[in-house]
């Protein structure tokens, strides 16, 4: 599958745009994004994700809960790196209020890079929509849809 591309191109790191750090930061980058979406990506592997140790340890696969988690990130990075917020210095709040219609499609197992397709549907402060697709060697992955609580720090 080709991914699609958003007129602004960024590869910023998602530690300088998010509030997380290891070990729940899950945005290795953000490649592009524009009015419409995000798109961003972030490798899963044993030495960063401590949790492939107990879930499922015969056969390690990303939880879905937190592959959610990931692609909600990559929506809130690319939020924040377009100063959508308003906000001065990427200073903004971004957190998950629902997750609806979650699904997956294949493991993500560690090694595996998830290319996140976030795409905006209403963004205006207080709310924010997103529909989150996740990708893996070009396969979907997961999917769902995403209610976020918008606002400055």
Known sequence: MEMPTFKNTYNLPGIELLPHRPPFLFVDKVISADE????????FTAEKNDFFKGHFPNYPIVPGVV??????????????ARG???????????ILASIENARFKRPVRPGDTLVT???NGRVRIPLGV??????????LA??????????EK
């Open 36 to 43: 419409t979406g995000t798109l961003g990506e972030y490798t």
């Open 84 to 94: 959508q917020l308003g906000s001065e210095e990427r200073k903004a709040s971004f």
């Open 117 to 119: 397709v976030a795409k």
């Open 130 to 139: 997103f529909e989150l697709t996740g990708y893996v060697n070009g396969e």
């Open 67 to 80: 592959l959610c988690e990931a692609m909600c990130q990559v929506a809130g990075a690319g939020i924040v």
């Open 142 to 151: 997961c999917s769902c849809t995403v209610k976020c609580m918008l606002g």
